[in-house]
């Protein structure tokens, strides 16, 4: 996708919370993340790389951030609800 993965930058602020850092520290190290960046690379492949990500997250902890399946199926899920309310 064109945000290369940022679009997903709030499940991993979530994930970073969870694992006992405060909302601050983790909006910095995504921040720090997202500016160390490069055209046409991926937001998952810099979380990857990055010393202070690595020591929260695993490989699969952060690959299991950007699966597209959880995120379709539940938006499938929603849709479906509303059309059958009508709404």
Known sequence: NL????MWSSKVLLALV???LTREEAYKVVQSVSHKMK???????EL?????V???LNKTEIEK???NKEQLALLKKR???????GE
């Open 3 to 6: 945000s290369m993965g940022q």
């Open 39 to 45: 055209a046409g690379q991926k937001f998952s492949q």
């Open 18 to 20: 969870n694992k006992g």
């Open 54 to 56: 690595k020591k929260l």
């Open 79 to 85: 849709a479906t609800e509303l059309f059958q309310r």
């Open 48 to 52: 990857a790389r990055s010393s202070e």
């Open 65 to 67: 951030l950007f699966n």
